[in-house]
T-cell receptor, first 109, second 116 residues
């Protein structure tokens, strides 16, 4: 079956760095997405990785290792507004998104 | 670019009535649209995939006659929840992808449906 695993919840301190991991097992691979979702809102796109390596975009970076079926989202200089759920999703061989359950990130002052 | 709108953003209806939710791609042609449902503290559940001009493909366990999907044009898809019941109360989100960027889905803001 297809499976995406990510931690349910993480806590970090304002100004610090946090890494959210995602492991996946899917039928085919056409890229991995990270989305941010605030409570009561739709997800917003953060990053897309299809090749191995690190993609940096401002305070957010995303890493992919296809051989290990592994990705992480790195958030630097955390701000209170970063408190949200972070969803990992993999595009499978049919270009359908397989979603993880999301990681709720709590930022403390 | 790549903006997707949904209407209404919130709707409250009585049990037994039908509700229509619209999803529009504002600045691109959406060859494929997706409808998701999300329960509190859970991930998105894909309900169906629709391509313009053809019948929607429903995921296993999703009732076709209850959740009617119409993708009549390249910029509009509608989801109609027929004979709604309280258990249909949920957050419904649509997304769209274009032929040029088929790998990426652009999400609408979602519709909060409450059935009383």
């Amino acid at each position: 079956g297809q499976n995406i695993d990510q931690p349910t919840e993480m806590t970090a301190t304002e100004g610090a760095i946090v890494q959210i991991n995602c492991t996946y097992q899917t039928s085919g691979f056409n890229g991995l997405f990270w989305y941010q979702q605030h409570a009561g809102e739709a997800p917003t796109f953060l990053s897309y990785n299809v090749l191995d390596g690190l993609e940096e975009k401002g305070r957010f970076s995303s890493f992919l290792s296809r051989s290990k079926g592994y990705s992480y989202l790195l958030l630097k200089e955390l701000q209170m507004k970063d408190s949200a759920s972070y969803l990992c999703a993999v595009s499978d061989s049919n270009y359908q998104l397989i979603w993880g359950a999301g990681t709720k990130l709590i930022i403390k002052p | 670019g790549a903006v997707v709108s949904q209407h209404p953003s919130r709707v409250i209806c009585k049990s037994g009535t039908s509700v229509k939710i619209e999803c529009r791609s504002l600045d691109f042609q959406a060859t494929t649209m997706f409808w998701y449902r999300q329960f509190p503290k859970q991930s998105l559940m894909l309900m169906a995939t629709s391509n313009e001009g053809s019948k929607a493909t429903y995921e296993q366990g999703v009732e076709k006659d209850k959740f009617l999907i119409n993708h009549a044009s390249l910029t509009l898809s509608t989801l109609t929840v027929t004979s709604a019941h309280p258990e249909d109360s949920s957050f419904y989100i649509c997304s769209a992808s274009s032929l040029e960027n088929s790998y990426e889905q652009y999400f609408g803001p979602g519709t909060r449906l409450t059935v009383t």
